[in-house]
């Protein structure tokens, strides 16, 4: 079983920045693609971002693109996102997930999850 938590969350003006931080609790931690999710109130969950188990290849929704970077530090167990240029449809609360040696952009190609961390970004 693994256990995913989320941190990093709160409140910030529109264009400032935020870091998420998720950590797994598992031992084999670099077999774990990972990804961020977010669901703004009254929306479906949708992608943000993901990295791979391997190569540490990275991936982005469009609407962050060029603002979001992820990162994984294996040695730590823990994957990040670092948030710049927020803007208000940012807002959302944010989930971390993990699929052991699989990967994808999709909600049902992840099986663990955390609790989510909430970002607000005001105008």
């Known amino acids: 079983q693994v256990q995913l938590v989320e941190s990093g969350g709160g409140l910030v003006q529109a264009g400032g920045s935020l870091r998420l931080s998720c950590a797994a609790s598992?031992?084999?931690?670099?077999?774990?693609?990972m990804g961020w999710f977010r669901q703004a109130p009254g929306k479906e969950r949708e992608f943000v971002s993901g990295?791979?188990?391997?190569?540490?290849?990275?991936y982005y929704t469009d609407s962050v693109k060029g603002r979001f970077t992820i990162s994984r530090d294996n040695a730590k167990n823990t994957v990040y996102l670092q948030m710049n240029s927020l803007k208000p449809e940012d807002t959302a609360v944010y989930y971390c997930?993990?699929?052991?040696?699989?990967?994808?952009?999709?909600?049902?190609?992840?099986?663990?999850w955390g609790q989510g961390t909430q970002v607000t970004v005001s105008s």
């Open positions: 997930a993990a699929v052991q040696l699989g990967s994808g952009s999709s909600e049902d190609d992840y099986n663990y």
């Open positions: 990295i791979s188990w391997i190569g540490g290849t990275t």
């Open positions: 598992v031992r084999t931690f670099r077999s774990y693609a």
